[in-house]
Every structure is written in C-alpha cells, then in structure tokens.
C-alpha cells in the first residue's frame, strides 16, 4: 500500500505499516504492534498531536528507562500508576465471587522473612503504635484452611519499608513468615503501618503532579498465603480509615480488603480480617 503525499493522516501510516506485518514469523506480535499504532494514530489525529508533543512523549519513556537501576524499575512503577498492573491483576486471577482478592505485590516484597510463631511479634525495633493483627483463613465451604504459609510485610510507622532504609532499620524489620493453627488463625503481633508515598523522584512522580494525581498510598498490611490445594493469594488488607483509601495511585484498593484498626484499652490496636483462599482446580483434578 502506497501512502500518497496529500494524505497527512497518522492512521494512513498505521496502515502502511500493518501491510508489511503479513509476513511476520511471529503473527502475535504481528497483531499487537498493528493494533497498538493504529490506535496511537487515531490519538494523534483526534488531538492533533504536534511535532513537539510526539518529542515530548518520546524523551518521556526515555526517561523512564533511563531511571530504571537494579534498585528500581520505573516501567514497572509507570504500569502500576496507571492502573494496568491492577487491572491485569484482576483479569487474569479470575478468583470465585467469594474468594479474597488478588492484587499487586508491590516492590518491596522480599522471600525469605523469618519464621515467626504465632503471637511472636514482626516489630525488630519497638517502634510504633502496637497492632495485634489476628488472620482467620478459610476455605469457599467456610472450614478452616490450617498448616498454610502466611507471609507478611509492610511500612512502619513513617511509611518505610525496611528495605528502602536498610541503614535506618534492622534486617528483615516488619517482616516475618506464619503458619495458621488447626483452626486456620493466627495472631501477628506488629505496629500499626502508615502509608507511603511511591517513588516520586523520577519521570513518573513528574507525571503524576503534571496530572495532578496523588502519589500516597494508603495504609495497609500485604500477604502471601499459600496452602495446599489452594491457589497462592497475594493480597493487601487496608485501613479503612485512611484518607487515601479512595485514591490509591496504584488502584488496588477493594472494598472487599478494607478492615477496621480499633483503638485497645492498652494503647494499642487490633485489627481481624478473614482470608477467603480459592481451590486449585489443576491440584483437585491431579489428587
């Protein structure tokens, strides 16, 4: 296909372009990369993109792989601020109804926490509001799911995830590894968590503020539940009174996750929340 001088649309490229793809080995990809700029070039002729504007957005994701290190991965950050993280999330988890939530890991999961015992406490350092967090696990028919692996972390109460202050917290501070009883509960003993601001230093922080978008998460605890014969949940549970919870910059706030921190006569909190884990169909169909 020919693209004729007089025509100065963005989709007659897009065109062009889709008719060499026949050949391609990879006909996926093929179809992706087609689509993909036949729907940019129906962006660029509704808002009569500039030559400055398509710089503009090139420099951008040069940025952002620019600002990407073994310590940080801006693109991964990017997906994440836009939502599609979260939206992949619950795409493809494709969990029963009545099944807790899947969401993001985030970026400061780390394998390998401790062992802890249950009421043993995860807080290394004695800093904090004390939170006694009691975890309920059951199965879809509401009997208890026992012997599962339980991982937990989360910020402290500055907002800071151990492994982004190393020098400021102990090792593996907020973190910890829990098994559930016979009667699939088990008490965490921790701090009260604060949310956190995500990496705001780099292109993508830059965007969020030319958007005017929120770049504070909410306050919450994360999971990693796995147990035999059901699938492995990563999950947050939420602070239902934090004023971010209506605008996570990472979307992944479900009213299904949302818990309550109540005050205790001790000067403490407690929170309870009761994990819904979903069967593994491939493990059934194998037993």
Known sequence: MDVRATDITMKSAALAFAERLHAAPDKRLARFMGELLTDFADLADRMDMSRDELQAAIGFLTEVGEACSERRQEWVLLADVLGLTSAFERRHARLPDE????????????????????????????????????????????????????????????????????????????????????????????????????????????LLRQLGLPATRPAHLQFRISASGYRTLITHVFDRSDPAIAADPLFAVDPALLADFTATPDGGVACSFTFILARDEHHRKQT
Request: charged letters at 25%; one cysteine or more; aromatic letters at 8%.
């Open 99 to 206: 099944a807790t939530p899947n969401t993001l890991a985030g970026p400061f999961y780390r394998p390998g926490a401790p062992r802890r015992a249950d009421k043993e406490s995860i807080c290394l350092d004695g800093k904090g509001t004390p939170l006694v967090f009691t975890a309920r696990l059951r199965s879809s028919d509401g009997g208890p799911v026992s012997a599962a692996r339980i991982e937990v972390w989360h910020a402290n109460g500055d907002g800071v995830y151990e492994n982004q202050a190393p020098d400021m917290q102990p090792e593996f501070n907020l973190r910890g590894t829990y098994t559930s009883g016979p009667d699939g509960t088990v008490r965490i003993f921790t701090i009260r968590p604060r949310g956190y601001r995500i990496p705001d230093d780099g292109p993508v922080g830059r």
